[in-house]
Nanobody
Framework: QVQVIESGGGLVQAGGSLRLSCTTSGRIFSSLDIGWFRQAPGKEREFVAGISWGGDSKLYADGVKGRFTISRDNSKSTVFLRMDSLKPEDTAVYYC????????????????WGQGTQVTVSP
């Protein structure tokens, strides 16, 4: 069974930065594509960013391009989501998810999910 654990959420003022971390257990970390998703109150969960198993392929939602950066350190079994220039509309529960690596990195079909970490951006 694969466990996914997020950390790094918190309260920050608009314009500030946060870095989320995600680690997994139960599968070889370097064999997993990793994605970050978020869900704001009253809204559906949406894709934020994804990174392929080797880190060579990355995807970003349009609303976070240029502000968020996803990276990974397979030696530490950790994926990071650096969030800069945060806006109040970035407030949400952020989820990390993993899936067995595939040829093409996509925004869907992630199998393993964490419990989420709250990010709150004040005006």
């Amino acid at each position: 069974q694969v466990q996914v654990i997020e950390s790094g959420g918190g309260l920050v003022q608009a314009g500030g930065s946060l870095r989320l971390s995600c680690t997994t257990s139960g599968r070889i970390f370097s064999s997993l594509d990793i994605g970050w998703f978020r869900q704001a109150p009253g809204k559906e969960r949406e894709f934020v960013a994804g990174i392929s198993w080797g880190g060579d392929s990355k995807l970003y939602a349009d609303g976070v391009k240029g502000r968020f950066t996803i990276s990974r350190d397979n030696s530490k079994s950790t994926v990071f989501l650096r969030m800069d220039s945060l806006k109040p509309e970035d407030t949400a529960v952020y989820y990390c998810a993993g899936r067995s690596s595939r040829i093409v990195l996509t925004t869907t079909n992630y199998d393993y999910w964490g419990q989420g970490t709250q990010v709150t951006v004040s005006p």
